[in-house]
């Protein structure tokens, strides 16, 4: 299945709730060398602000048991709370090392603790563990199982027993962990690497085996959580109208994956799946979310206005970067290549020498090339100025347009863009040829631009 690059690399912390608990949850505790009033505990959509005051914090917390992030200034670690009281203590100059827990599962977070700083010491990066051939991969995710297990069953030895829930989750997302390396091992050393891996071993093939209906494991486990993700949101099989693997999770009582998924899956609905309307119908099944359900019909909506041979949405006294303003209306009569970017855009920018290129190419034929920024009017560091300077200093081809009100802009939301680079394609009476054009940097954007039917047109030899 295919992989999305953000799924590569492996969760850090654990954002998940084990279940809900009647009991309230006493937070205190005293910081050493605090840098603010405050201090945050957070995780799945839930959060709470604790002022501290003179480094001392107390708070009443109505929060499901589970894991949960605790921040000070720019330091984070992971806790576990549960009903009942806890203690913590720290200095925010030595926090990873100074953190300490008294109180209700102050065993099992100083474990958490403990392996943090395990983690930190041994950490390897992505790039080094996906770029392994096969036999040093396998041997290498062994060793992280092994290392990582011996962890807890060491803690315990010197310390108390853990929980036996907790002690039973941390298990088990270990072997979640050790699952997700091989799920994402083909795709990761093919984006690492530029090339194929070898695989001899049947050790990959896992996917059938992994039961991906375990609401509580979803809840308790990011990396589970990744590879049912994955699973169900695989743009491959949903973009050739592949949406049959839906059908058990459909009927299924796992909520939380069910509302999860539709939720993520709201930014893949787009004109060029093959079952569009297939698709949709089964993220409002999935959905029991007011605000979910009202985002997918918008987004379906306006998939329906933004279809081949529909008028394109429209744009108006966009600031060009040359001077004056610019409407969509003003450049009909050609065809039309919008670059939807941003200064910050690290993708956006790896595209512009072969825009640039691209440009050159047809710089005779009957087609104008746009970029529209959506920096921020006013953001600290990306913003108009920016946007300003990036065209000036790099000497940028084409007409730029700055949008008037970023991802809010209305044409840009017409469009339901929620990602750049985008590019779409109009035809020379303005309407759409498509709403999700090739990159400059695809060869098949080149063959498209020679196949349109006036593109060699001019004033002088073009009868329309």
Same mark, same amino acid.
């Given at each position: 299945?295919? @992989?999305? !690059?953000?799924?590569?690399?492996?969760? /850090?912390?654990?954002?998940?709730? #084990? &279940?809900?608990? %009647? $009991?309230?949850?006493?937070?205190?505790?005293?910081?050493?060398?605090?840098?603010?009033?405050?201090?945050?505990?957070?995780?799945?959509?839930?959060?709470?602000?604790?002022?501290?005051?003179?480094?001392?914090?107390?708070?009443?917390?109505?929060?499901?048991?589970?894991?949960?992030?605790?921040?000070?200034?720019?330091?984070?670690?992971?806790?576990?709370?549960?009903?009942?009281?806890?203690?913590?203590?720290?200095?925010?100059?030595?926090?990873?090392?100074?953190?300490?827990?008294?109180?209700?599962?102050?065993?099992?977070?100083?474990?958490?603790?403990? @392996?943090? !700083?395990?983690?930190?010491?041994?950490? /390897?990066?992505?790039?080094?563990? #996906? &770029?392994?051939? %096969? $036999?040093?991969?396998?041997?290498?995710?062994?060793?992280?199982?092994?290392?990582?297990?011996?962890?807890?069953?060491?803690?315990?030895?010197?310390?108390?027993?853990?929980?036996?829930?907790?002690?039973?989750?941390?298990?088990?997302?270990?072997?979640?962990?050790?699952?997700?390396?091989?799920?994402?091992?083909?795709?990761?050393?093919?984006?690492?690497?530029?090339?194929?891996?070898?695989?001899?071993?049947?050790?990959?093939?896992?996917?059938?085996?992994?039961?991906?209906?375990?609401?509580?494991?979803?809840?308790?486990?990011?990396?589970?959580?990744?590879?049912?993700?994955?699973?169900?949101?695989?743009?491959?099989?949903?973009?050739?109208?592949?949406?049959?693997?839906?059908?058990?999770?459909?009927?299924?009582?796992?909520?939380?994956?069910?509302?999860?998924?539709?939720?993520?899956?709201?930014?893949?609905?787009?004109?060029?799946?093959?079952?569009?309307?297939?698709?949709?119908?089964?993220?409002?099944?999935?959905?029991?979310?007011?605000?979910?359900?009202?985002?997918?019909?918008?987004?379906?909506?306006?998939?329906?206005?933004?279809?081949?041979?529909?008028?394109?949405?429209?744009?108006?006294?966009?600031?060009?970067?040359?001077?004056?303003?610019?409407?969509?209306?003003?450049?009909?009569?050609?065809?039309?290549?919008?670059?939807?970017?941003?200064?910050?855009?690290?993708?956006?920018?790896?595209?512009?020498?072969?825009?640039?290129?691209?440009?050159?190419?047809?710089?005779?034929?009957?087609?104008?090339?746009?970029?529209?920024?959506?920096?921020?009017?006013?953001?600290?560091?990306?913003?108009?100025?920016?946007?300003?300077?990036?065209?000036?200093?790099?000497?940028?081809?084409?007409?730029?347009?700055?949008?008037?009100?970023?991802?809010?802009?209305?044409?840009?939301?017409?469009?339901?863009?929620?990602?750049?680079?985008?590019?779409?394609?109009?035809?020379?009476?303005?309407?759409?040829?498509?709403?999700?054009?090739?990159?400059?940097?695809?060869?098949?954007?080149?063959?498209?631009?020679?196949?349109?039917?006036?593109?060699?047109?001019?004033?002088?030899?073009?009868?329309?």
């Amino acid at each position: 299945m295919k @992989k999305a !690059l953000e799924n590569i690399i492996y969760p /850090l912390l654990i954002l998940v709730f #084990f &279940s809900c608990h %009647e $009991d309230k949850i006493i937070v205190s505790g005293k910081i050493e060398n605090s840098v603010n009033d405050s201090l945050n505990i957070y995780a799945n959509g839930l959060g709470q602000k604790i002022m501290v005051k003179e480094g001392v914090f107390n708070f009443e917390l109505d929060f499901p048991e589970g894991y949960y992030n605790l921040k000070h200034g720019n330091e984070v670690m992971n806790i576990y709370l549960s009903g009942g009281k806890i203690e913590i203590l720290f200095d925010y100059e030595n926090f990873d090392e100074s953190i300490m827990f008294n109180g209700d599962f102050s065993n099992e977070n100083l474990f958490l603790k403990e @392996k943090f !700083l395990y983690e930190e010491k041994n950490s /390897l990066k992505s790039s080094e563990l #996906f &770029s392994l051939d %096969e $036999d040093e991969f396998l041997n290498k995710i062994s060793e992280i199982f092994d290392s990582r297990n011996s962890l807890i069953d060491s803690y315990e030895k010197r310390n108390s027993a853990l929980n036996k829930d907790f002690k039973q989750f941390e298990k088990k997302d270990l072997e979640h962990r050790n699952n997700y390396y091989l799920l994402n091992y083909e795709s990761a050393y093919s984006y690492f690497k530029k090339s194929k891996p070898i695989i001899k071993s049947n050790k990959f093939n896992i996917e059938n085996n992994i039961n991906y209906l375990d609401n509580e494991l979803f809840l308790n486990s990011s990396y589970y959580r990744s590879i049912v993700v994955s699973y169900f949101l695989d743009m491959d099989k949903i973009n050739d109208g592949e949406i049959s693997h839906f059908e058990k999770l459909i009927k299924s009582k796992s909520e939380d994956i069910k509302n999860n998924i539709s939720s993520q899956a709201k930014y893949f609905l787009s004109t060029e799946l093959n079952n569009i309307e297939g698709f949709y119908d089964i993220l409002l099944s999935l959905s029991s979310k007011k605000k979910t359900i009202e985002e997918l019909d918008e987004i379906y909506n306006n998939i329906n206005n933004i279809l081949t041979g529909k008028p394109s949405p429209q744009f108006y006294d966009y600031e060009n970067h040359a001077g004056g303003s610019n409407s969509l209306n003003d450049f009909l009569g050609k065809y039309i290549y919008i670059d939807v970017w941003a200064t910050w855009c690290g993708p956006c920018i790896r595209e512009i020498p072969s825009y640039e290129a691209i440009q050159k190419k047809f710089k005779e034929n009957n087609i104008s090339f746009l970029s529209i920024s959506i920096d921020e009017k006013d953001g600290k560091v990306y913003n108009y100025d920016k946007w300003v300077q990036y065209v000036k200093e790099n000497n940028l081809s084409g007409v730029h347009l700055f949008a008037d009100n970023a991802w809010n802009s209305e044409f840009i939301k017409a469009y339901n863009i929620n990602s750049i680079p985008r590019y779409l394609l109009l035809d020379i009476d303005g309407t759409i040829i498509t709403s999700d054009a090739p990159r400059p940097s695809d060869s098949e954007l080149s063959q498209k631009i020679k196949s349109l039917k006036h593109i060699n047109c001019n004033e002088e030899n073009c009868i329309i």
